[in-house]
T-cell receptor, first 119, second 110 residues
Framework: GAVVSQHPSRVICKSGTSVKIECRSL??????MFWYRQFPKQSLMLMAT?????????EQGVEKDKFLINHASLTLSTLTVTSAHPEDSSFYIC???????????????FGPGTRLTVL | GNSVTQMEGPVTLSEEAFLTINCTYT??????LFWYVQYPGEGLQLLLK?????DKGSNKGFEATYRKETTSFHLEKGSVQVSDSAVYFC?????????FGAGTILRVKS
C-alpha cells in the first residue's frame, strides 16, 4: 500500500523560532499533498493543498507567510512554521495522493502526524 | 458550506457488543462520504467509503450506508473487538478536499 511518513514526530521549540516538518511519500509519487492541523478533541482542519512544482493553495484564514509550504519534488513536501508562538502548538498532519507506476491513487494517504509544542 | 457532525465520545463497549457511531453531513452538491480510523500512534487510514446515495461501504466487519434523505452515514459493526479501539472520523469530499467530523473515540473492553 501507499505509505506516507512525517518527520519529526514531536518537536518542542522556543517562541520566535522556525520549525520545519517534512512529509514524504515512500512508495509512490505524490502529485498532490495536503496539510492539516488538528486541535485537541477537534477535527482535522485543512490548511493548504500543494501540487508538485506549484505554489500551495491556502484555505481561508490560514496565513501563508506564517505557514510556508514547499512541494519541490514528487516525494517530499515541507511545512515551515515561521516565528512560532504558543498558539501554533498543535498536531500537524500531512496526506498525499498520486501515482505508483500505472496505478493512480485517488484517495488521500495520511502521515502519522507531528506534535508541535511552542514554549 | 460543507460540514460533518458525528457523535461525541468516548464510546465504551464490551467485546462483542454492537457498535453504532452516528454521522450526519451538510454539503453542497453530491459529496462522497468516508470513514477513517486512527489507531494510537498511527496515521489516519481509510476504513470505508461510499460515492453515491444508497451505496453501502464495508470493510473489516464495519458498514455504513449513504442516506441522502437523512444526510447520514452512520458506522456500524455487529461485534466489536478490543483491537477496534481507535478514533473514528467521518468525512466528506468535494473534489479532492476532505471535510472531517470531530472524531469519536471508541474503547472496547475485554
Amino acid at each position: 500500500g501507499a505509505v506516507v511518513s512525517q518527520h519529526p514526530s514531536r518537536v518542542i521549540c522556543k517562541s520566535g523560532t522556525s520549525v520545519k516538518i517534512e512529509c514524504r511519500s515512500l512508495d509512490f509519487q505524490a502529485t498532490t499533498m495536503f496539510w492539516y492541523r488538528q486541535f485537541p478533541k477537534q477535527s482535522l482542519m485543512l490548511m493548504a493543498t500543494s501540487n508538485e512544482g506549484s505554489k500551495a493553495t491556502y484555505e481561508q484564514g490560514v496565513e501563508k507567510d506564517k505557514f510556508l509550504i514547499n512541494h519541490a519534488s514528487l516525494t517530499l513536501s515541507t511545512l515551515t512554521v515561521t516565528s512560532a508562538h504558543p498558539e501554533d502548538s498543535s498536531f500537524y498532519i500531512c496526506s498525499a495522493m498520486g501515482l505508483a507506476g500505472s496505478i493512480s491513487y485517488n484517495e488521500q494517504f495520511f502521515g502519522p502526524g507531528t506534535r508541535l509544542t511552542v514554549l | 458550506g460543507n460540514s460533518v457532525t458525528q457523535m461525541e465520545g468516548p464510546v465504551t463497549l464490551s467485546e462483542e457488543a454492537f457498535l453504532t457511531i452516528n454521522c450526519t453531513y451538510t454539503a453542497t452538491g453530491y459529496p462522497s462520504l468516508f470513514w477513517y480510523v486512527q489507531y494510537p500512534g498511527e496515521g489516519l487510514q481509510l476504513l470505508l467509503k461510499a460515492t453515491k446515495a444508497d451505496d453501502k461501504g464495508s470493510n473489516k466487519g464495519f458498514e455504513a450506508t449513504y442516506r441522502k434523505e437523512t444526510t447520514s452515514f452512520h458506522l456500524e459493526k455487529g461485534s466489536v473487538q478490543v483491537s477496534d479501539s481507535a478514533v473514528y472520523f467521518c468525512a466528506l469530499s468535494v473534489g479532492n478536499k476532505l471535510v472531517f467530523g470531530a472524531g469519536t473515540i471508541l474503547r472496547v473492553k475485554s
